[in-house]
């Protein structure tokens, strides 16, 4: 990797080369990672004030191409790095593609620190131990199909929340549904094959609700903000399960009070939630790129559903005092357009949402941006989208889920407060 000894560096926002101030930047935090950009030349900027594309190494023969950041969790990014890539080029795998620059020395990342990251420090997770717990784990519990999901997810795919499970504490995945009812551009466990690879399989069969109850329970025993989520990059929609998950949660608050029973869900199936909420759910989570009808449809793709519905799943949640989250997909020069940052601020307002998680969206930005509506509206900036957020009386802003604290199931802001 060089340092190159005359061009400054660039970010990009949208389809936008742009200059990146010393303001927008934060020094390399732990856990991230460095990565090249396959057949990305880098963009730099001249002292002159000119956008320079580089084909060639100034150091030595042959091509030269762009550096990216992958960020750890507890950060939000604030630009992608600048490079331009041939037509013919297959897409970039789903990584979080971050700009990178280097200052007297030293590597930093166009990103802000959005929650504490300490419980989802690279630091905490794949331990020498962690084969033995497995191990200890599936000889306790051989039939449970989930649990043997959960450990291929844990060692294959270094899944945190899995790993929790086996680990007996905080956010423990348990995935429960093989369908879902979108099909999102970025999907992490389903993709067409003449797009880029899936990061992971989908499970391919339904769990009974005696072997969730098994794993949730046991974790949620545990106490110290223990948290099982339904809901895992490993599935599709959990709603598309609300039998099954509506008698799981029955089996395990007969079995203990203690803990937060959460599901991440992209709240399209409105009766599915309303079932499950009912049912004792403690927080949910609804994904969500756009507040705004055309932008949400080219991303995700629904079927027989709309942003109608997810409003109506949320509204549904707040109203049986579920803690209800929005899951933010969150990607510079399209979540913090002007227009977007209107919509979602109305949604947000008028649902009573407690909680708005920001998620760097890993996706290959020329994809996104073949797909998504074109738009001349003013770009405000991801510190600016993060900004207005926070002056929404009663909101939090962060990244993380978190576990229900006593009398906030119960908490409801009225919708326009």
């Known amino acids: 990797m060089y340092d190159h000894h005359s061009l400054r560096a660039a ?22 990672s460095l990565v090249l950009i396959p057949g990305g030349a880098p963009v730099g900027l001249t002292r002159t ?37 041939g037509k013919d080029e297959k897409p970039l795998p789903l990584l979080g593609y971050t700009a990178v620059a280097c200052r007297d020395g030293e590597l930093y990342v166009a990103a802000k620190r959005t929650d504490d990251p300490r ?48 680990y007996g504490r905080w956010e423990g995945g348990i995935p429960v549904s093989p369908s879902c009812n979108a099909r999102c551009l970025g999907c992490i466990s ?33 106490g110290n903000g223990a948290m099982v989520s339904f809901g895992q990059g490993c599935e599709g929609e959990p709603a ?5 998950v509506v008698e799981a949660i029955g089996r395990v608050r007969a079995a203990t009070d203690l803990g937060t029973i959460n599901m991440n869900s992209n709240g399209g199936y409105t009766a599915g939630v309303t079932e499950i909420c009912r049912a004792g759910l403690d927080a949910v989570r609804i994904s969500l790129i756009s507040a705004r009808e055309e932008t949400y449809r080219a991303y995700c793709r629904p ?69 998504l509506p074109g738009t001349g509206e003013n770009i405000i900036g991801i510190p600016a989208l993060i900004k207005a957020l926070n002056e929404v009386p009663g909101l939090a802003v962060g990244s993380f889920s978190r576990p229900v604290r006593p009398g906030e199931r119960k908490a409801r802001r009225l919708p326009g407060k």
């Open 11 to 32: 970010g990009r926002t949208g389809e936008r080369i742009v200059e990146v101030a010393g303001e927008e930047m934060e020094r390399l935090p732990e856990g991230a």
């Open 49 to 85: 004030g000119r956008f320079t594309l580089l084909e060639h190494n100034p150091w030595s023969d042959g091509r030269v191409f762009a550096v990216a950041a992958l960020l750890p969790q507890g950060y939000t990014r604030t630009l992608l790095p600048s490079y331009i890539r």
């Open 119 to 166: 419980r989802w420090d690279p630091a905490r997770y794949d331990s020498e131990d962690l084969p033995a717990l497995i191990k200890e784990r599936l000889e306790m519990h051989p039939e449970n199909r989930i649990l043997r999901q959960l450990a291929r997810c844990s060692l294959d795919y270094r899944c945190f929340t899995a790993q929790n499970i086996f």
């Open 190 to 222: 389903l993709q067409p094959a003449q797009c880029c690879p899936s990061p992971q399989s989908r499970i391919d069969f339904k769990p009974t609700p005696r072997e969730v109850a098994e794993v949730a329970v046991s974790h949620l025993k545990n």
């Open 240 to 244: 598309l399960a609300c039998g099954t």
């Open 303 to 371: 079927s027989a559903f709309s942003l109608t519905d997810i409003r109506r799943s949320i509204e549904a949640a707040v109203a049986y005092g579920v803690y209800t989250s929005l899951n933010l997909l969150v990607f510079p020069g399209l979540t913090d357009r002007e227009g977007e940052v209107d919509a979602l601020l109305e949604l947000v307002r008028e649902t009573g949402i407690n909680l708005v998680q920001l998620r760097n969206l890993n996706i290959d930005p020329d994809l996104l941006f073949q797909h």
